[in-house]
């Protein structure tokens, strides 16, 4: 995938159908970095950076293709937000 995107699970029919978040790494850094989280290059290791807010930090992979909805919902609690106010 090139592009985030977003589409909102709903029934079919007699089918339930499931949409997942997904986007790139620099895509999830931009976002955090709106919601006022510092993001740290030089703090991680091997295609991570380190994100920080408050007192609170946590580290982002940037080496994957894409992000999934559990990765940065743990991010995002991890760091004292809910996933909602920052996806």
Known sequence: LTEPFVVLSRLLEDKFV???IVMKPQ????????????????RGKGGHVMLRYGDRF?????ASKDL???YL??????LGFHYEDVF
């Open 73 to 78: 919902r743990k991010v995002c609690k991890t």
């Open 58 to 62: 946590t580290f982002l992979t940037t």
């Open 18 to 20: 499931l949409f997942v």
């Open 27 to 42: 895509e999830a850094l931009r976002r955090f970095r709106r919601a006022g989280v510092a993001v740290e290059l030089g």
């Open 68 to 70: 999934g909805p559990v």
